[in-house]
């Protein structure tokens, strides 16, 4: 089992940046694929970034690239989210999640563990 909790999330200015951290625990956080979703009010869970294991290859939703960074240290067990540019159209729950896949892959279904999420807000 691992046990991911989120943090870093909160109300910011359209044009303002955020950083999330997703904290690992119970599992050895190489082990995993790791990636941020996202879900607005009243729209489905989005796929926004996810990162290979070793940190080498990232992936990308076309809303968020350029403007969000992933990354993770593995030593520390946690994964980053640094959003830039932030849009009002980014407001969401946004939530870590890990797989035992191979690739980073952007489908909710194949990632086996979730944390609870938090709250991003940009205002315009």
């Known amino acids: 089992q691992v046990q991911l909790v989120e943090s870093g999330g909160g109300l910011v200015q359209a044009g303002g940046s955020l950083r999330l951290s997703c904290a690992a625990s119970?599992?050895?956080?190489?082990?995993?694929?790791m990636a941020w979703f996202r879900q607005a009010p009243g729209k489905e869970r989005e796929f926004v970034a996810a990162?290979?294991?070793?940190?080498?290859?990232?992936t990308y939703a076309d809303s968020v690239k350029g403007r969000f960074t992933i990354s993770r240290d593995n030593a520390k067990n946690t994964v980053y989210l640094q959003m830039n540019s932030l849009k009002p159209e980014d407001t969401a729950v946004y939530s870590c999640a890990a797989s035992i896949t191979i690739r980073a892959t952007i489908h909710p279904y194949q990632y086996d563990y979730w944390g609870q999420g938090t709250q991003v807000t940009v205002s315009s």
């Open positions: 119970g599992r050895t956080l190489s082990n995993y694929v």
């Open positions: 990162i290979t294991r070793s940190g080498g290859s990232t």
